[in-house]
Protein backbone atom coordinates (compact mmCIF):
# COMPACT_ATOMS: atom_id res chain seq x y z
CA UNK A 1 0.00 0.00 0.00
CA UNK A 2 1.12 3.79 -0.92
CA UNK A 3 -0.15 7.07 0.68
CA UNK A 4 -2.23 7.32 -2.57
CA UNK A 5 -3.72 4.02 -1.25
CA UNK A 6 -5.03 6.17 1.73
CA UNK A 7 -7.62 7.67 -0.19
CA UNK A 8 -9.90 5.23 -0.91
CA UNK A 9 -10.03 4.58 3.04
CA UNK A 10 -13.07 4.66 4.81
CA UNK A 11 -12.86 5.75 8.32
CA UNK A 12 -15.05 5.90 11.08
CA UNK A 13 -15.23 9.43 12.99
CA UNK A 14 -18.10 9.07 15.90
CA UNK A 15 -19.01 6.41 18.46
CA UNK A 16 -22.37 6.36 16.67
CA UNK A 17 -21.01 5.21 13.65
CA UNK A 18 -18.89 2.53 15.22
CA UNK A 19 -22.24 1.06 17.25
CA UNK A 20 -23.80 0.89 14.08
CA UNK A 21 -20.85 -1.07 12.51
CA UNK A 22 -20.38 -3.75 15.15
CA UNK A 23 -23.40 -3.39 17.82
CA UNK A 24 -24.01 -3.02 21.06
CA UNK A 25 -22.66 -5.49 23.84
CA UNK A 26 -24.43 -7.85 25.48
CA UNK A 27 -26.07 -6.82 29.25
CA UNK A 28 -23.39 -9.46 30.51
CA UNK A 29 -19.88 -7.42 28.86
CA UNK A 30 -21.12 -4.00 29.69
CA UNK A 31 -22.21 -4.88 33.70
CA UNK A 32 -19.24 -7.15 34.12
CA UNK A 33 -16.90 -4.19 35.55
CA UNK A 34 -16.21 -3.98 39.04
CA UNK A 35 -14.39 -1.46 41.33
CA UNK A 36 -12.53 -4.18 43.68
CA UNK A 37 -10.89 -7.45 44.01
CA UNK A 38 -13.19 -10.54 44.30
CA UNK A 39 -11.52 -13.72 45.83
CA UNK A 40 -10.96 -15.26 42.45
CA UNK A 41 -8.76 -12.03 40.96
CA UNK A 42 -6.67 -12.53 44.33
CA UNK A 43 -6.33 -16.58 43.04
CA UNK A 44 -5.60 -15.27 39.65
CA UNK A 45 -2.99 -12.57 41.02
CA UNK A 46 -1.38 -15.31 43.06
CA UNK A 47 -0.78 -17.68 40.07
CA UNK A 48 0.00 -14.85 37.21
CA UNK A 49 3.88 -14.61 36.47
CA UNK A 50 3.31 -11.92 33.58
CA UNK A 51 1.00 -8.59 32.82
CA UNK A 52 1.14 -6.35 30.20
CA UNK A 53 0.93 -2.15 31.67
CA UNK A 54 -0.43 0.06 29.19
CA UNK A 55 0.29 3.90 29.67
CA UNK A 56 0.19 7.19 27.86
CA UNK A 57 1.78 10.41 28.50
CA UNK A 58 -0.06 13.51 28.48
CA UNK A 59 -0.51 13.77 24.92
CA UNK A 60 -1.96 10.92 24.59
CA UNK A 61 1.14 9.05 23.39
CA UNK A 62 0.75 5.07 24.46
CA UNK A 63 3.02 2.79 25.79
CA UNK A 64 3.08 -1.00 26.58
CA UNK A 65 5.09 -2.62 28.66
CA UNK A 66 5.85 -6.34 29.89
CA UNK A 67 6.17 -7.34 33.34
CA UNK A 68 6.84 -10.40 34.50
CA UNK A 69 8.45 -12.80 37.64
CA UNK A 70 7.53 -15.72 39.47
CA UNK A 71 3.83 -16.10 39.78
CA UNK A 72 2.38 -13.93 42.40
CA UNK A 73 4.88 -11.33 41.59
CA UNK A 74 1.88 -8.82 41.67
CA UNK A 75 1.52 -7.52 45.68
CA UNK A 76 -1.65 -6.92 46.74
CA UNK A 77 -2.12 -4.44 49.32
CA UNK A 78 -5.92 -4.66 49.49
CA UNK A 79 -8.93 -5.15 47.61
CA UNK A 80 -8.50 -1.86 46.02
CA UNK A 81 -4.47 -1.61 45.93
CA UNK A 82 -2.18 -3.31 43.74
CA UNK A 83 2.01 -2.98 43.95
CA UNK A 84 3.94 -4.11 40.59
CA UNK A 85 7.78 -4.18 41.26
CA UNK A 86 10.42 -3.04 38.88
CA UNK A 87 12.87 -5.68 38.08
CA UNK A 88 16.54 -4.62 36.37
CA UNK A 89 16.49 -3.65 32.93
CA UNK A 90 17.28 -1.47 29.69
CA UNK A 91 16.08 1.89 32.02
CA UNK A 92 14.52 3.78 29.61
CA UNK A 93 11.36 3.60 31.68
CA UNK A 94 8.85 4.78 29.11
CA UNK A 95 5.75 3.95 31.00
CA UNK A 96 7.19 5.01 34.36
CA UNK A 97 7.66 8.21 32.50
CA UNK A 98 4.46 8.23 31.35
CA UNK A 99 2.59 7.91 34.71
CA UNK A 100 4.73 11.05 36.48
CA UNK A 101 2.27 13.35 33.90
CA UNK A 102 -0.57 10.58 33.05
CA UNK A 103 -1.51 8.50 36.26
CA UNK A 104 -3.89 6.28 33.99
CA UNK A 105 -3.21 2.83 33.94
CA UNK A 106 -4.37 -0.63 32.17
CA UNK A 107 -3.44 -3.82 33.05
CA UNK A 108 -3.68 -7.12 31.14
CA UNK A 109 -2.93 -10.67 33.57
CA UNK A 110 -1.86 -13.66 31.53
CA UNK A 111 -1.23 -17.28 33.07
CA UNK A 112 0.38 -19.73 30.55
CA UNK A 113 -1.97 -22.27 28.97
CA UNK A 114 -5.16 -19.96 29.96
CA UNK A 115 -7.01 -18.06 26.85
CA UNK A 116 -8.62 -15.81 29.54
CA UNK A 117 -7.13 -13.03 30.97
CA UNK A 118 -7.59 -10.57 34.20
CA UNK A 119 -7.64 -6.95 32.93
CA UNK A 120 -7.63 -3.71 35.54
CA UNK A 121 -7.56 -0.08 35.11
CA UNK A 122 -7.01 2.47 37.63
CA UNK A 123 -4.79 5.63 38.51
CA UNK A 124 -0.87 4.73 39.25
CA UNK A 125 1.74 6.18 41.76
CA UNK A 126 5.31 5.27 41.76
CA UNK A 127 7.10 4.50 45.05
CA UNK A 128 10.72 4.39 45.73
CA UNK A 129 10.80 2.29 49.10
CA UNK A 130 7.67 1.10 51.18
CA UNK A 131 7.52 -1.05 54.30
CA UNK A 132 6.15 -3.45 52.03
CA UNK A 133 9.17 -3.63 49.38
CA UNK A 134 10.92 -6.13 51.76
CA UNK A 135 7.76 -9.07 50.27
CA UNK A 136 8.79 -8.09 47.09
CA UNK A 137 12.56 -9.20 47.17
CA UNK A 138 13.05 -12.06 44.59
CA UNK A 139 16.45 -13.90 44.17
CA UNK A 140 18.37 -11.15 46.47
CA UNK A 141 16.72 -8.34 44.33
CA UNK A 142 14.65 -5.86 46.63
CA UNK A 143 13.02 -3.22 44.04
CA UNK A 144 14.08 0.38 43.69
CA UNK A 145 10.65 1.12 42.54
CA UNK A 146 7.74 0.19 42.00
CA UNK A 147 4.23 0.66 40.91
CA UNK A 148 0.93 1.16 43.03
CA UNK A 149 -2.29 1.14 41.31
CA UNK A 150 -5.84 1.82 42.85
CA UNK A 151 -7.92 0.12 41.08
CA UNK A 152 -10.68 1.56 39.12
CA UNK A 153 -11.49 -0.90 37.10
CA UNK A 154 -11.27 -5.55 36.85
CA UNK A 155 -13.15 -7.88 34.91
CA UNK A 156 -12.26 -10.82 32.69
CA UNK A 157 -11.78 -10.91 29.28
CA UNK A 158 -12.64 -13.69 27.00
CA UNK A 159 -10.23 -16.10 25.28
CA UNK A 160 -11.00 -15.61 22.00
CA UNK A 161 -7.82 -13.58 20.86
CA UNK A 162 -5.53 -16.67 22.41
CA UNK A 163 -7.89 -19.05 20.38
CA UNK A 164 -7.54 -17.49 17.01
CA UNK A 165 -4.04 -16.95 17.61
CA UNK A 166 -3.39 -20.34 18.50
CA UNK A 167 -0.64 -18.69 21.13
CA UNK A 168 -0.88 -21.84 23.54
CA UNK A 169 -0.72 -24.15 21.03
CA UNK A 170 3.16 -25.49 20.85
CA UNK A 171 2.72 -27.69 17.01
CA UNK A 172 1.59 -23.65 16.33
CA UNK A 173 5.01 -21.84 17.12
CA UNK A 174 7.62 -21.24 15.00
CA UNK A 175 10.55 -19.29 16.57
CA UNK A 176 13.10 -19.95 14.26
CA UNK A 177 11.36 -18.30 11.70
CA UNK A 178 13.11 -15.01 12.52
CA UNK A 179 16.53 -14.02 12.79
CA UNK A 180 17.71 -14.65 16.85
CA UNK A 181 17.45 -11.71 19.15
CA UNK A 182 21.49 -11.02 18.79
CA UNK A 183 20.72 -10.66 14.85
CA UNK A 184 18.15 -8.45 15.41
CA UNK A 185 20.09 -6.23 17.48
CA UNK A 186 22.54 -5.93 14.89
CA UNK A 187 20.34 -5.31 12.32
CA UNK A 188 18.41 -2.60 13.45
CA UNK A 189 20.08 -1.33 17.20
CA UNK A 190 23.51 -1.72 17.19
CA UNK A 191 24.83 -1.75 13.57
CA UNK A 192 28.83 -1.23 15.53
CA UNK A 193 29.05 -4.11 17.72
CA UNK A 194 30.44 -6.97 16.28
CA UNK A 195 27.75 -10.21 16.22
CA UNK A 196 29.40 -12.80 17.86
CA UNK A 197 29.30 -10.26 21.00
CA UNK A 198 26.21 -9.61 20.67
CA UNK A 199 25.57 -13.64 20.55
CA UNK A 200 27.55 -13.82 23.84
CA UNK A 201 24.81 -11.58 25.49
CA UNK A 202 22.03 -12.75 24.77
CA UNK A 203 22.93 -16.40 24.76
CA UNK A 204 22.47 -19.03 27.70
CA UNK A 205 23.97 -16.54 30.29
CA UNK A 206 21.52 -13.93 29.74
CA UNK A 207 18.98 -16.04 32.02
CA UNK A 208 21.50 -15.49 34.98
CA UNK A 209 21.12 -12.19 34.76
CA UNK A 210 17.87 -10.99 35.05
CA UNK A 211 18.20 -9.79 38.77
CA UNK A 212 21.63 -9.02 38.67
Not at 26 to 45: I, P, V
Not at 66 to 85: C, E, M, N, R, S
Amino acid sequence: MTRADLAGLSEISSEAELRELIGEPTAHAANKTRDRLHALDRQWLARSPFCLIATSDDRGRCDVSPKGDPAGFTHVLDDTTLVIPDRPGNRRLDGFANVLTNPHVGLNYVIPGRGDTLRVNGRARLLRDAPFFDDLVVKGNRPRLALLVEIEEVFYHCAKAFLRSRLWEPESWEPDALPSRARIVKGVEAQDLPLDALEEHYGPRYAERLYG
